[in-house]
C-alpha cells in the first residue's frame, strides 16, 4: 500500500490555502484507504465465520463497547453528531456485508422520526422495510434469515402486548435499545428497540435486562410503587385490572424487588418471561455544555 507524506508548510510562514487542502485531500485518501482495508479485513473474516461458527454478524456488546470508545477519545470541531453517525453506517454497513439483512421498522410513533432514527443508524445501504404497527415487526423478524426490528421504546395507544411474542425461547428478542449515545440535542432521539433472533451468549449483552409480566390487580398505586426501580410500559391485558407490563430493569435491579413492589401495592403477578436486553445508556452532556467545558480548558491550559 503507497504511503502518503504529510504536505510541510513553505519556509518561514504558515501554510498556504493550495497546502492545507493538498492536507484534506492526503487525509481523505487514507481515510478511503483504511476503509478499504477493513472490506479486505472483513471478507477474511466471512471465511473464517464459514469455517468456525453460523449465526448473525450482529454483536451488540462489541458494539455498545466500541461506541464508548469513540465518544471517550472524540474531540475538536466535528460534532459528535457526524462522528457517531458515520462509525454507525460503518458499521451497519460492514455487518450486512457479511450477512445481507433488512430492517423493518414500526412507523406508528411517525414516518418521519422513525426514517430519521433508521437512516441515522442503519444507514441506506441496508433496506428498510416499513409496517403499520410493532407486532408485524416482531412477525417479519421471526420469519427472516436474520432481519432487525425496530419499535417504539414507548406506550403506544393501540399497539397491545406486543413483547408477548417475545416470551418463547426461540422468538425474536429485543438486543438493543437506541439512541445508544444519550444527549439532549440528539438528531435521531425517538427511543427504540432493537428486536433479532436470538444472539448467541458472547454477542448479546444484558446489562439491562428486559421483561414481560402479566399482572392482576394492577393500578395507580402499583404504577408509584414500580416506576423508580424501572423503566415500564404497561397495556390493559385480560381482565379489567389486568395488565401487560415490559420492565427494563437496570444493571443491579433484581425482578424480584419488581414483584415485591407490586405485590406490596396490592397487586400479583401471573407470569414472567426475559424477552430480551441491552447495554447500560452511554449518556452525555449537550452540544452547548461541552463546548463551555472545552472554552475552559483552552482558557486553562
Known amino acids: 500500500m503507497r504511503e502518503t507524506r504529510k504536505t510541510e508548510p513553505r519556509r518561514g510562514g504558515e501554510p498556504t490555502l493550495a497546502e492545507l487542502r493538498q492536507e484534506i485531500d492526503r487525509i481523505d485518501e487514507a481515510v478511503h484507504r483504511l476503509l478499504i482495508e477493513r472490506g479486505e479485513i472483513i471478507e477474511s473474516l466471512i471465511a473464517v465465520k464459514r469455517t468456525q461458527e453460523s449465526g448473525a454478524a450482529f454483536r451488540p456488546a462489541r458494539e455498545a463497547a466500541m461506541m464508548r470508545r469513540l465518544v471517550e477519545r472524540h474531540r475538536g470541531l466535528l460534532p459528535l453528531d457526524t462522528i457517531e453517525s458515520i462509525w454507525r453506517v460503518i458499521i451497519s454497513t460492514f455487518t450486512f456485508v457479511q450477512a445481507n439483512y433488512a430492517v423493518h421498522?414500526?412507523?406508528?410513533?411517525?414516518?418521519?422520526?422513525?426514517?430519521?432514527?433508521?437512516?441515522?443508524?442503519?444507514?441506506?445501504?441496508?433496506?428498510?422495510?416499513?409496517?403499520?404497527?410493532?407486532?408485524?415487526?416482531?412477525?417479519?423478524?421471526?420469519?427472516?434469515?436474520?432481519?432487525?426490528?425496530?419499535?417504539p421504546a414507548t406506550a403506544?395507544?393501540?399497539?397491545?402486548?406486543?413483547?408477548?411474542?417475545?416470551e418463547p425461547a426461540a422468538a425474536p428478542k429485543i438486543i438493543a435499545r437506541l439512541p445508544f449515545v444519550e444527549r439532549p440535542d440528539h438528531p435521531a432521539s425517538l427511543p427504540l428497540f432493537v428486536v433479532s433472533k436470538p444472539l448467541p451468549e458472547d454477542a448479546a449483552i444484558h446489562e439491562v435486562e428486559i421483561f414481560s409480566v402479566a399482572v392482576a390487580g394492577w393500578s395507580a398505586a402499583a404504577a408509584r410503587a414500580i416506576s423508580p426501580l424501572a423503566e415500564v410500559i404497561a397495556v390493559p391485558h385480560g381482565a379489567y385490572d389486568g395488565a401487560a407490563l415490559l420492565l427494563s430493569l437496570p444493571q443491579g435491579r433484581k425482578l424480584q424487588e419488581i414483584t415485591d413492589a407490586l405485590?406490596?401495592?396490592?397487586?400479583?403477578?401471573?407470569g414472567t418471561a426475559l424477552v430480551g436486553g441491552h447495554a447500560t445508556r452511554y449518556t452525555v452532556s449537550s452540544a452547548a455544555e461541552r463546548a463551555g467545558r472545552q472554552k475552559e480548558s483552552g482558557a486553562s491550559s
Do not use: E, I, N, Q
Open 105 to 151: 421498522a414500526d412507523m406508528s410513533a411517525g414516518d418521519a422520526l422513525m426514517r430519521d432514527s433508521a437512516r441515522f443508524h442503519f444507514g441506506f445501504t441496508v433496506p428498510l422495510k416499513a409496517h403499520a404497527g410493532a407486532a408485524p415487526v416482531v412477525a417479519a423478524v421471526a420469519a427472516s434469515k436474520g432481519d432487525l426490528g425496530l419499535v
Open 156 to 166: 403506544l395507544a393501540g399497539a397491545g402486548a406486543w413483547w408477548s411474542a417475545l
Open 263 to 270: 405485590v406490596a401495592a396490592g397487586g400479583s403477578v401471573r
